[in-house]
């Protein structure tokens, strides 16, 4: 899932400290699991705007609304009577879904609430770990499903660097090394011999260095 990080509140109050009326629009997707922008965030929010604008004495109307989804357009069509009665909506969506309701609704400013971090999976209560930098070539199935592009802080498809030690990585001392979680993970499944091919040179045309990307499937385009 993509997680996220709520925004300190005062990142957003200065986003909308000259409007008078304002929409926080939570997402019941990745950021609802993550806790950073479900329902239950956009009323602690809205809760804290409306107690901080009321203590400066200003009128402001906070109002809320959570879609399923901020990165569909059929969701965001659910808020097109209400979009315009408002200076600007707070999107606690991650940071495609900020993008694709300002694209839709292009006469109105649309915040973020929340910092988009990457794809990762939940650790245990509370934490998150990448797992995933959407790459566009998969290469799990030659490193045991472990990711060297998202998990090795060099990005190694040959690995390990050298500088590791105890299976640690030696940016941090408390980050498993990639390569030693992949020799490790291919030597349980009794494939070690794939550690001794030589990965070839990736194609980064289909990660960000080619690029906004597009996946287009014909068969389901009508």
Partial sequence: MIVA???PIEE??????????????GCNECVTVCEAGGKKEVGILASALRMYFMNKGKDVTIDEVTLERQCDREYLEEIKHMAPNYD???????????QFMAEMYKDKPIFPGVNTSFMGANLERGMWGERCA???QCILA????VCPVARCAKRLFNGPCGGSTKGKCEINPNVDCAWQLIIDRLKAL????DYDE?????DWS?????????????????
């Fill in 134 to 136: 959407g790459c566009g």
């Fill in 198 to 202: 030589l990965m070839p040179v990736k």
């Fill in 12 to 25: 957003v109050i200065d986003y909308i400290k000259d409007c008078n009326k304002v929409l926080i629009a």
């Fill in 206 to 222: 289909k990660d960000r260095a080619g690029g906004p990307r597009t996946v287009v499937r014909e068969d389901l385009r009508i």
């Fill in 142 to 145: 030659k490193t045991g499903a």
């Fill in 5 to 7: 990080s709520k925004k």
């Fill in 190 to 193: 009794g494939r070690l011999d």
């Fill in 88 to 98: 600007a909506i707070v999107s606690l969506a991650c940071g495609v879904g900020v």
